[in-house]
């Protein structure tokens, strides 16, 4: 029998499910605890060009438990114009059924059943995605994995996320 491990709003999921998450956040905001590990609902992933130009990767969701629906935001953003800037986000869950993205910003930006792709080359200094997020039936728990990448100044950079 597998070992089961308690969540702080009342669910249970089994122990094994909870091993080997990485949890080490660059910045946490608030969010609910499963087991000892905090649930995220905000993160940011930084790193710089040669020059020391930042590029960043910024994720925010609505906790989304039991097969629920929340809203989701990401970025990939600079402060000075890039050749090209993207966004590139990815969906998963843990529990049992599959993620649905809906209600997407720019329906286009699809590059598979869980991962959305938004590009912009045309000096803008920033690549956004919004929509709903839903788990699937028996989902604990709905995250997304961002990366901001960019051409700029001659160098390729990718910062990177996950909550």
Not at 85 to 108: A, C, D, H, M, P
Request: proline content about 2%; charged content about 10%; aromatic content about 8%.
């Amino acid at each position: 029998m597998a070992a089961i491990a308690a969540l702080s709003f009342g669910i249970l999921a089994p122990a094994a499910a909870l091993e080997n998450q990485d949890v080490a956040p660059t910045e946490v905001s608030q969010g609910a605890t499963l087991a000892s590990h905090e649930i995220q609902t905000s993160n940011s992933g930084t790193t710089r060009f040669d020059n020391g130009q930042p590029i960043t990767a910024n994720a925010w969701i609505q906790t989304i438990s039991k097969g629920g629906c929340g809203s989701f935001s990401t970025s990939a953003v600079m402060n000075v114009s890039p050749v090209w800037i993207r966004n590139t986000t990815s969906f998963y869950q843990i529990g049992l059924g599959s993620v649905s993205i809906k209600g997407v910003s720019i329906e286009s930006s699809r590059a598979g059943g869980n991962t959305l792709v938004w590009t912009n080359n045309n000096g803008a200094k920033g690549s956004y995605l919004s929509g709903t997020a839903c788990g699937g039936w028996g989902a604990l728990y709905v995250g997304m994995d961002v990366s901001a990448s960019a051409l700029y100044n001659g160098n390729f950079r990718t910062a990177s996320t996950r909550i």
